[in-house]
């Protein structure tokens, strides 16, 4: 068949990835992992194309233009809770042509029976990107599938959910030369072009806010992962965002892979946790060619850490962002305003402890009750939101939910102050101009911090 990858069009510069959905918080646009990890599967059954409407800037009369040309006998679509509304009406449009319509994404992770149900148009919903499941199901094969939920051709919807046998998945070489050569952008990278590498899946912490905790956690082998590099090394891309959420899980692997990585010298950024930061991992990853260490902070209550369930406490954070920095990387801490035991006393130490780590970058999330996570059950139980609402934006964009003591109105505002106390200090700013590697890195920081503080004025 021919089958078409696809990332919708969309009014803002929407991020559906990962099971996740956002407006880009400043101007920033990752390559799609779902896509990325489907596109080999699917290539070895089918004939593939790529079509990512938001890295193309594409209008929907544009795209569906596209699509027209290329005449798919099935698309496989990202869709968001962001942009549910525009993505519906234009999978939809798409289905009115014969085309079957399979998707993942976020608003999809919880109650698949139901948007099915909702949704005629809608033949598939995809709940792992690293099965082989949409070649299955588009074969008919619904004795192979392990992590789906379809309808059939008599109406009956039905869904499987294997558990996952191992900690180990294999998969086809991701074909990023299918995805555009412009239109992703990433601050962090120090070289052009750059692109985004997941070695593992999914997470073994259980973090009762993150849709990730969710999926459970599997690795890819070094040598697929390695493979995947080299293929893009050939085509001239040394720079790498790799997505994974825990860099250093599995010690020894992620050693091995720091060392292969120093072997191809690659330029890289990547997610660890503060407890796991220690020497040995920090010196092999910036040996390996990392430059830039993304570890979540998210409050500086321990209270707040506790009830969701981070595994460490604030005093951990201190030590993990100075040994980062010892061993010569810049560091980005992460934060989430606005849970549901948050104070305005709260907030207070979390801006206080995040002008005190010395970082070179902030990233603030506003929390969201996000599909499938014990934190939207523990909001719905507690009236902050209502289940049927299915429209959100993760990037805080807007407030989901008030706290327990703060109003949404009152989230927001906090949230717009810590991204200007951050950003606007002389000594920051003379420190971004004073590190940056060069004329293109500095341009493309000063286009995303603009960018920022336009959306928290």
Known sequence: MRVLLLNPPGREVYVRDYFCSKTTKSNYNFHPVDLLALSGTIAREHEVSVLDCIAEGLSPAAASARI???????????????????DREFL??????????????????????????EEPWLEVVLDDFTTADANHLLAGREEEVLRATWRRANGEVVSRDEPRRGREHRLPRPLHELFPSKGYRFSFARRQPFATVLTDYGCPWPCTFCVISTLGHSTRPVEDVLEEVDALIESGTTELF????????????????????????????????????????????????CHTLIMGVESADDAVLEACKKGYASNSVRGAFARARSHGLRTVGTFVVGLPDETEGSLERTLD???????????????????GTPFRADVIASGMVESQELMMDQSGATVAMPTNALTREEVERFKRLMVRRFYLRPSWLWRRLRDASGPRELFAQAREGIALLARNA
């Not at 027209?68 to 525009?86: F, K, N, Q, T, Y």
């Open 92 to 117: 939809s449009s798409q289905a009115r042509f014969g085309r079957r319509i399979f998707a993942i994404g976020d608003v999809l992770h919880e109650d698949a029976h139901e948007r099915l149900r």
């Open 68 to 86: 027209d040309r290329d005449s798919p006998d099935a698309i496989i679509s990202l869709v968001g809770s962001v942009s549910w509304d525009e």
């Open 353 to 371: 402890l995040a002008l005190s780590l010395d970082l070179d970058f902030m990233s603030l999330n506003v929390a969201v009750p996000r599909f």
């Open 242 to 289: 790799v997505a994974d959420q825990t860099f250093g899980v599995h010690r020894a692997r992620a050693l091995e892979l720091a060392r292969a990585f120093a072997e191809r010298d690659l330029s890289w950024t990547a997610f660890t946790r503060p407890d796991l930061a220690d020497d040995e991992l920090l010196n092999a990853m910036h040996t390996g060619g």
